[in-house]
């Protein structure tokens, strides 16, 4: 299995450009997750979907990200516009949901750097 | 609401050194516990995990128990060598689904 992947691995951008972020989850699980880790939050949950569905955005720092599931095998993360203050490394994640509290697992995260 | 308390690093050791990170929890109901790592440069990556209490997790040579009566779930490796040099987060998945709450993270440095 190819595992999770995320696209661009890196990005380098000015203050005010929109950004998108990029997740492919494993074949076959139905949660997905957006986090983003900085050194001075450290990893942060801010969004999940359950079968391409939204369950809990709670973490979504402000309108200016956004975040979508159009099929089971593709998500992204949009920022817009960006700002300094969104540099972080974005990962994303995927679990099976079978109700028993399954391993999530990572990508290899997207480094952002908003200059 | 669900909170992962773990030591904050960093925690520096010489190789074949012991080593433990303590991690205690508040949760409602009976979750499960994780153990992840994150090597320089990667994404988190699973080291173990416990899904009731008592429940002992091993991999690599690290272990944790998962310890009910004092909401903790240590992680402990006898001998540790410098590729074991990382992040290690303490994580939990209670009622809320799916969800993960982690810990803030222990940096671990191991020297030769």
């Known amino acids: 299995d190819a595992g999770v992947i995320q696209s661009p691995r890196h990005e380098v951008t000015e203050m005010g450009q929109e950004v998108t972020l990029r997740c492919k989850p494993i074949s076959g699980h139905n949660s997905l997750f957006w986090y983003r880790q900085t050194m001075m939050r450290g990893l942060e949950l801010l969004i999940y979907f359950n079968n391409n569905v939204p369950i809990d955005d709670s973490g979504m720092p402000e309108d200016r990200f956004s975040a979508k599931m159009p099929n089971a095998s593709f998500s992204t993360l949009k920022i817009q516009p960006s700002e300094p203050r969104d540099s972080a490394v974005y990962f994303c994640?995927?679990?099976?949901?079978?109700?028993?509290?399954?391993?999530?697992?990572f990508g290899p995260g997207t480094r952002l750097l908003v200059l | 609401g669900d909170s992962v308390t773990q030591m904050e690093g960093p925690v520096t050791l010489s190789e074949e050194a012991f080593l433990t990170i303590n991690c205690t929890y508040t949760a409602t109901g009976y979750p499960s516990l994780f153990w992840y790592v994150q090597y320089p440069g990667e994404g988190l990556q699973l080291l173990l995990k416990a899904t009731k209490a008592d429940d002992k997790g091993s991999n690599k040579g690290f272990e944790a128990t998962y310890r009910k009566e004092t909401t903790s779930f240590h992680l402990e490796k006898g001998s540790v060598q410098v590729s074991d040099s990382a992040v290690y987060f303490c994580a939990l998945s209670g009622a809320a689904g799916n969800k993960l709450t982690f810990g803030g993270g222990t940096r671990v440095l191991v020297k030769p």
């Open positions: 994640a995927s679990s099976f949901d079978s109700g028993r509290q399954e391993t999530q697992y």
